[in-house]
């Protein structure tokens, strides 16, 4: 059962929290606060209009699962050869019960941000405005939780084995950057459909966003007159992602070639 | 039977550096316990590393239980102190304990048990980077002889420890069913060790192999003894070590450093 061990690590790490929720908790605040710029939104586009900003502030909260993921391989990556070759710990069984708890890690992340957008924005509006399929909002938490460990699991082996720890400082930013220039595009401005559908940022806010919201995504989130998406095919951009991630970093942990923490001092 | 350990030519150099940190470096271990001396950056640490898999080897083998070290997975009997195998995850050290002591086979008890002997219960709730650097040093003692291990490797574990637990961790290493390597930059430590075997560790590379128990009759010369026991070649020059006369008696130094000074 070492997965008690590694959901545990995850579910009691405070910076995620802090990062994932009490950040994110404040941002979503202030776009309620000022997010519409004075425009009226009609009564029956309130519901998918809270999707759209909990699509794109759940997406960046689970960004910041990818970041701390990553940084704590990097801090581990020792830990982890040794582990490989004087414990029964194998390269599958830490990756499956690293998926297993990210999962979980990013249904809770989303789930928090779920009720609280559902409480910032029914409060902001005055009326009560509840995500319409809930379970479809855990289900892409679960997808969304996995990818970004993938993500950052790849990151982080990519540094240790190829590109030296001097490089590690994009992992502390890079996630979390990508999901906030690419979601926050979509919920302004009408991305291209190919970039959307080759995007699993984008995917993941997108599916998010119609979980909650109950109408198909758009090129723009919050412009419901561009382009129609279809979630079959971001929800299978998703899964190959996420796969195709899942299979790097199986094959990177197996040729772990550990370096020092010490390597990755700035000065 | 195959050793245990079995070192051959080893050579560790890393990507950023001009000299090996380890060159020709052969040792081998079979029923044996054996302590390594040799002062800060001889490459002592690098070579329990290059044993853990957790340095670049780029020549010679090192093998444990027969297998070459790049090839070897679920050896469960090999155990160190050194710090950074205890952090896989970012748990207090009693979850380490629970964790390891699974993926090592075996139970927590034992270990629980040396950690209350050693009055050290009250760190199981703190996180390792809380610990004080003493702590952290019993920490990884006692994790690396709990579990049932086969090989004990023990990067300075007396270092920041307190007499008293010095003094206790020793008898446990004296009782250990176990092969075992320490290294140290002390030589007190040795004559609590006498029927240890020993090494001196010179800018990478191993000389011996001795006797603790011969530590009293040791001594240190310079340039190349005659009757010499091993003639080591160094930075400073050839230093022979002889038995019963020389330059410098080993005993009167507190550590191989301060020795090399007098030579």
């Known amino acids: 059962m070492l997965l008690k061990y590694f959901a545990k690590a995850l579910l009691s790490n405070k910076r995620l929290w802090v990062l994932g929720i009490v950040q994110m908790g404040g941002w979503l605040c202030f776009i309620a606060a000022v997010g519409t710029g004075g425009t009226v939104i009609p009564a029956n586009l309130l519901v998918p209009y809270a999707g759209v900003w909990y699509g794109y502030i759940a997406l960046a909260s689970l960004s910041t699962l990818a970041v701390t993921i990553a940084g704590s391989i990097l801090y581990s990556n020792a830990s982890l050869a040794y582990g490989f070759r004087y414990t029964k710990l194998s390269p599958a069984s830490y990756l499956s019960n690293m998926v297993v708890s990210a999962a979980v890690m990013g249904v809770a992340l989303s789930a928090t941000l779920l009720v609280a957008s559902y409480a910032v924005f029914s409060e902001r509006f005055g009326t009560s405005l509840p995500p319409v399929d809930p379970a479809g909002a855990v289900l892409i938490a679960v997808l969304g939780g996995t990818f970004m460990l993938a993500f950052g699991m790849a990151l982080a082996l990519v540094v240790v084995n190829y590109a030296g720890m001097q490089s590690q400082g994009f992992l502390n930013f890079g996630p979390s950057m990508l999901a906030i220039v690419l979601g926050l595009s979509q919920a302004l401005v009408a991305l291209p459909t190919a970039l959307i559908y080759a995007s699993p940022f984008n995917a993941i806010e997108s599916l998010l966003f119609e979980a909650y919201g109950n109408i198909a995504p758009h090129a723009n989130l919050t412009d419901i007159t561009s382009t129609s998406l279809q979630w079959e095919y971001l929800l299978v951009t998703l899964v190959a992602w996420t796969v195709a991630l899942i299979a790097l970093d199986s094959m990177l942990l197996r040729r772990l070639k550990p370096r020092s923490i010490e390597e990755a001092r700035p000065m | ?263």
């Open chain 2, 1 to 263: 039977m195959n050793q245990v350990l079995e070192i051959e030519g080893l050579r560790v150099k890393y990507e950023n550096s001009d000299e090996p940190v380890l060159d020709g470096v052969n040792l081998s271990l079979t029923k044996e316990k054996v302590v390594i001396v040799g002062p800060n950056g001889s490459g002592k640490s690098t070579l329990f590393k290059a044993i853990l898999g957790l340095a670049p080897i780029s020549g010679g083998t090192v093998k444990v239980n027969g297998r070459d070290v790049r090839d070897v997975r679920d050896e469960e009997g090999v155990s160190t102190n050194m710090a950074e195998v205890y952090t896989l995850v970012y748990l207090a050290a009693g979850d380490l304990v629970k964790l390891f002591a699974e993926l090592k086979g075996s139970r927590t008890e034992d270990a629980a048990r040396m950690f209350a002997d050693f009055e050290l219960q009250s760190i199981m709730k703190k996180r390792v980077h809380e610990l004080s650097t003493g702590q952290q040093k019993m920490f990884g003692n006692i994790m690396a002889v709990s579990f049932s291990p086969k090989l004990v490797l023990l990067d300075e574990p007396f270092d920041n420890v307190d007499e008293s637990r010095r003094r206790r961790f020793i008898e446990v290493l004296k009782s250990l069913d176990a092969d075992a390597v320490i290294i140290t930059h002390e030589f007190n430590l040795l004559q609590r060790l006498t029927d240890w075997s020993l090494y001196f560790m010179l800018d990478g590379r191993l000389w011996g192999k001795f006797s603790a128990s011969q530590l009293d009759r040791l001594y240190i010369t310079r340039g190349e003894a005659k009757d010499a026991l091993t003639v080591m070649e160094t930075s400073l020059g050839k230093l022979s070590v002889t038995l019963d006369h020389g330059d410098i008696a080993v005993k009167t130094a507190t550590n191989l450093s301060a020795l090399l000074e007098q030579v």
